[in-house]
Every structure is written in structure tokens, then in C-alpha cells.
């Protein structure tokens, strides 16, 4: 929460409105405008896991809001869209642009097929992140498989505010996924800290031209370029390098036919090369070297 003045505080009381954005696409379970959750969170969907002035604390992962009755949104594998927020206002949910940036920070964009228990991020904007006057661009990686059972399939937008408490946001909506592949997708963990559960603590850099509900400087293009490259290249860490073939080891190859001292012997999987001693020559049939 933003240090209040006494008279926004008695505001934010009368009608506890908590002075931050929500993800308003995909829409999450809990937030005010999602047909399908049954359970809408007027006051509170907008404020930290942390809690609040007026808010309790909520309970990672996505809050613990209940799952909505049904798919409100479907992604395609490979599909490029624009994730948004805005604050949904309170009591009557009226968009508004009270978005309590804390100079933005960082926002992490990720998929979970298990209902929030291992994540697979997609997406990270530094610094400029969240804002309700720009969208931000996430891409459904090419290789994504289908995800269809309600519950289990979770599109996350996690937020550490750079100014401020030390605090973690987090929305989730249900999201089904249409994929051609079967192969899951490798686990790429978001960042997790400043909650009782994750002690470690965690301050990003924001963007200290933009506090407070102003808009800010938006996406940084390397992050929009980074967030739209293929993500099996961006994420080598899901595939090993190809390995080396090793050698036999003894394997002994003369570099030339004709009388040359040079050969190379397998060591330990590796070819090495050597040269014979004194006036000795390579002999391949022998696999050793030799007088001429
Ligand atoms: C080692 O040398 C042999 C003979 O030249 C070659 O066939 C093999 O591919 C080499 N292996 C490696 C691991 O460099
Ligand atoms: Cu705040």
C-alpha cells in the first residue's frame, strides 16, 4: 500500500478501494467484471497477497480466489496478445485509472498446468510494469500443449512493485490452451518473494519518472522484443546442448598416409594430438609409431 494522506485514507475506508491495477485480460478469478467467478472481490482484488489497510492477506498461489464456473478465455499455442489492467473500482465496478504504480517494477507473466503448484513463466517486463495505459505484449510459446480441465489451467500475472512496501501481487485467470504439442512445457519459475511464505526479499528497479497513478514510459522494447522470440531459443535452459560424440578411447588415426609424425589418440573421450618422437613415423597398422 502507498503511504496515505489522512483524508485518501478515509476514502479508501468509506469505500476501500485499494489504490492499485488489476490484470483485466485475461480476467482473473475474483475480479469484479469476470462473468464467471463466482465469488467478485470488489475491495480487494487489486491489493497485494501482503494484505493491506483494508484488505486481509490472501494466500498464494492467485489469491485463493475459487475457480471460475467456466473458461472465460482461450489462448492458442504460438498467439500473441496484449494483457491489460486497469482498477475495476469499488463499490460499482467502474474501470478507473487509480492504478498506485509504486513506480511500476517487476511483472512476470507465466502458465501453470497443475492449478498453481509449479509455473512455466512466458513473459517479464522490468521497471515500467504494471500500467493501465499500455498493453503488454505476451506470446503463448509455439510448443505449449492443450490444457483443458478446468482448474488445473492457470495464465498468472505476478507483480513485486519497486517503491513501497515490499510486496507480491499476484491475478490468475482461467485460461484453456489449444496446443498441437504433447510434451509439457520445461518449469521456469516466477520470482518469488516479500511474503511470510518467500522471506527473501526482493526490490526491482522501477521507473522513477512515473509514480503514482501518471502514466509511465510503458514496455521497454528489449522486453517486448525478449518476450516474443521464439521460446525454445530463449530458454536454453529446457534443452541440453548437444553433446559431443567421444571418442573410443586408444583409438589411434595417423594424420597422413605418407610417413608423417603426427597422429591423434582418443584420451579420457578426447582426440588429442601427437607428434611421434625423434625420427619415428605414424604407422596405422601397427596404431603406433614406427621406424620408416
Ligand atoms: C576422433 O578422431 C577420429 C579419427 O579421426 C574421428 O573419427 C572422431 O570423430 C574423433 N572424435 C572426436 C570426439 O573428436
Ligand atoms: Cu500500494
Redesign the pocket.
Known amino acids: 500500500m502507498k503511504f496515505l494522506t489522512s483524508l485518501f485514507l478515509l476514502a479508501s475506508l468509506i469505500y476501500s478501494v485499494s489504490a492499485h491495477s488489476s490484470m483485466s485480460y485475461p480476467l482473473p478469478r475474483g475480479h469484479p467484471l469476470n462473468p464467471n467467478a463466482p465469488v467478485k472481490d470488489y475491495n480487494c482484488i487489486t491489493a497485494p497477497l501482503n494484505g493491506g489497510v483494508t484488505c486481509a492477506p490472501k494466500p498464494f498461489p492467485c489469491g485463493g480466489y475459487p475457480v471460475d464456473t467456466q473458461f472465460g478465455t482461450v489462448l492458442n499455442a504460438g498467439e500473441i496478445f496484449e494483457v491489460k489492467f486497469y482498477n475495476p473500482g469499488a463499490p460499482n465496478p467502474v474501470p478507473s485509472s487509480n492504478q498506485g504504480r509504486h513506480n511500476g517494477g517487476l511483472c512476470e507473466f507465466a502458465l501453470s498446468y497443475d492449478a498453481g503448484q509449479t509455473w512455466t513463466k512466458i513473459a517479464t517486463y522490468h521497471k515500467t510494469c504494471p500500467d493501465v495505459f499500455f498493453g503488454w505484449k505476451v506470446k503463448i510459446p509455439e510448443n505449449a500443449p492443450s490444457c483443458t480441465k478446468l482448474g488445473q489451467c492457470i495464465f498468472s500475472w505476478s507483480w513485486i512493485n519497486a517503491v513501497g512496501n515490499r510486496e507480491l501481487y499476484q491475478n490468475c485467470a482461467d485460461v484453456k490452451i489449444i496446443g498441437k504439442s504433447t510434451t509439457p512445457l520445461p518449469k521456469i519459475d516466477i520470482t518469488k518473494a516479500n511474503l511470510p511464505m518467500f522471506p527473501n526479499t526482493i526490490t526491482p528497479e522501477g521507473d522513477p519518472a512515473n509514480t503514482g497513478n501518471a502514466k509511465g514510459s510503458g514496455p521497454l522494447a528489449s522486453d517486448v522484443e525478449a518476450n516474443l522470440k521464439p521460446f525454445s531459443t530463449t530458454n536454453t535452459q529446457s534443452i541440453p546442448p548437444p553433446k559431443?560424440?567421444?571418442?573410443v578411447n586408444g583409438?589411434f588415426?595417423c594424420k597422413n598416409s605418407k610417413k608423417s609424425p603426427i597422429y591423434?589418440i582418443?584420451k579420457n573421450?578426447?582426440?588429442v594430438t601427437l607428434k611421434c618422437p625423434g625420427t619415428l613415423v605414424c604407422d596405422q597398422k601397427k596404431k603406433k609409431c614406427s621406424y620408416k
Open positions: 559431443k560424440p567421444k571418442c583409438a588415426k591423434t582418443c573421450g578426447k582426440n
